[in-house]
């Protein structure tokens, strides 16, 4: 607004133009001085609870959980790879027995039309490709019988090779899988049942993960005494904890090696 605009108002219009903006400014006011006791209160609660952040230094925390610092821009624009200069070329060898060959020989001239299939044609390049098998589990039938001896009468039952007992409902190797994804990958039962089902074709349930964790477990008590062993004759010794859940209770896992 002008000074030429001001001067057409009456003077009615001016004092309630001056009040509405001292209403305004009045409101802007308070707005500030609350907003200022807001930030005073929320520095007074950041300086009482002020403490270092947590890492692996100044509690349990892994190193792995640790706030990995940015690195410097030169390093890292920086090649991962050495300088061809200072460092070899390494290629994949070749195996010397492939499980499977596949030949691929031109079936008809491009040019022409001519059938090529008759002559045997030149070997021209060599590409071997690492590929994992389809990972189907098998159904393995155990039948049991029994049989009688013509000579004393006595009947005897047929005893299955370990691995393939009659009270058995996954194989070792099953086990053995489901294991390693528990304990070594950590794994929780629900992305364990999908590991087995999309990888490998297996239905089990999760209690049936708990079982095969249960009979893993007491097969590496077994090997309890040999490792406090060498960890007691060890020269210095490392040691860790972790939480962990256990019948729905809280229990502290210690770990030395």
Known sequence: MTQEDLAQMSREELIQMLLAEHAQLEATQKLMAEMKLEIEALRLKFEKNKKPPTNSGNSSQPPSRDQKPNQPKEQRKRHRHGPPDFHEKHERKLV??????????????????????????????????TELPEAQAEVIEVRQYAAECPCCGHEQVGQARKGLEMGRTFGARLEGTVVYYRQEQHMSYVRTQSALRDLHGVEISQGGIDKIMQRGGKSAIEQVVPIQAAIQQSDVVHSDETGGRVDGNNWWQWVFC
């Open 96 to 129: 010397a027995k492939p499980d499977h060959i596949v030949e691929v020989k031109p079936q008809v001239c491009e040019r022409c039309q001519t059938d090529l299939t008759k002559g045997n044609g030149k070997l021209v390049d060599v590409n071997q490709i």
